[in-house]
């Protein structure tokens, strides 16, 4: 039989109804697999994403008039303890007034600032609680409009995360829907006007990490050295250490003071520290504020740890404490259960 013949054959075979039906139906049958495990594939990566988002998404304010929006987040059935959210907007449309937390999810306040077209927010869940899951309000920002036309957005980084509280692991983000577009020449929904403040805001900081009971696995929290003599005008270091013992910590605070006729503040060094992300650093006006948490993927920390490095000046003579100023605190990995059982200061002699 010839070549010719057999394909004449073939073509009148693949003509029949029969042959066509079945076909049919087997590319529908591969298209049909093809895009459900597309589906299937997208759904997975969003159900073990989380997405932080802005409500509303869309504002109109009249120029001078105030207006507030709630950072959200979405972490679908992953349980979270943590949040940080890096926002930006433009300075020159928009003044940063204040952040507030009411309805938050997330109690541990750990860093609240704007200003200068960037807003900053690090919180946790409050020490005891349950991890939480699902939509959840974070904090909410109020600004002030600048202009009386034209448009801006208010956007998140890729900073921002959310923490997953049983692996300690930075889910994967999506920020699609977090843009708020903000006209200024249309009056709508937007509170009455500020006066213009004679220095923008930059800082709105709520109350310090709660101290929750400790558990029976109490911690420590010390100075090293914790006692030295040093000369007037010379610098004194030392290191806050931490010792959780067996109970794993993925966050710290540390609470001290010291008295301002004595000491100068001069830097808080994170070099040595076993906590690799600083929300805060501060040490002016006889305070200091350290809030630090070990880096995203790591495992929870046990027994001794350096927390921060500190170094004042020294400006007095006589003697001078670094007490213990009350809102120090361990967090546990698992439930965010503060640990820490006692807090000791140190003691220096400070000669001419």
Do not use: C
Not at 14 to 37: E, H, N
């Amino acid at each position: 039989m010839s070549r010719y013949r057999l394909r004449s054959e073939f073509l009148n075979w693949a003509k029949q109804p029969w042959v066509l039906t079945v076909a049919i139906g087997v590319t529908l049958a591969v298209l049909v697999a093809t895009a459900s495990l597309s589906l299937l594939v997208a759904f997975r990566a969003r159900a073990n994403s989380g997405r932080l988002y802005i409500s509303p998404s869309r504002v109109h304010a009249p120029v001078n008039s105030t207006f507030a929006i709630d950072v959200r987040e979405d972490s679908g059935s992953m349980p979270v303890n943590a949040v940080r959210a890096d926002v930006r907007y433009d300075p020159s449309k928009l003044q940063y007034v204040s952040i507030t937390s009411p309805g938050t999810a997330f109690g541990i306040d750990a860093q609240s600032s704007g200003g200068n077209g960037v807003v900053t927010i690090n919180r946790g869940t409050t020490g005891g609680t349950a991890p939480v899951t699902g939509h959840q309000q974070v904090a909410t920002i109020r600004f002030r409009a600048l202009t009386n036309a034209g448009s801006s957005q208010i956007t998140f980084t890729a900073d921002s995360i959310l923490v997953r509280a049983d692996h300690n692991t930075a889910l994967p983000m999506m920020y699609g829907p977090s843009a708020v577009s903000f006209n200024a020449a249309t009056t709508g929904s937007a509170s009455s006007p500020l006066p213009t403040p004679t220095s923008s805001p930059r800082t709105d900081t709520s109350s310090p990490m709660p101290t929750a009971a400790a558990s029976s696995s109490s911690g420590t929290m010390y100075l090293t050295p914790a006692s030295g003599t040093v000369s007037r005008g010379g610098q004194l270091t030392f290191d806050i250490h931490e010792n959780s013992n067996t109970s794993p910590i993925n966050a710290v605070q540390a609470d001290f003071s010291y008295p301002t006729d004595k000491f100068q503040f001069e830097s808080i060094s994170g070099a040595s520290s076993a906590f690799g992300l600083a929300a805060q650093d501060s040490g002016d006006s006889g305070h200091l504020v350290i809030v630090r948490a070990i880096n995203p993927g790591s495992a929870g920390l046990t027994g001794d740890h350096i927390v921060a490095t500190v170094t004042l000046k020294v400006t007095g003579s006589g003697s001078a404490s670094v007490t213990p100023a009350g809102g120090s605190v361990l967090l546990t990995a698992a439930s965010s259960t503060n640990v820490l059982g006692s807090v000791t200061g140190g003691a220096y002699t400070l000669s001419n």
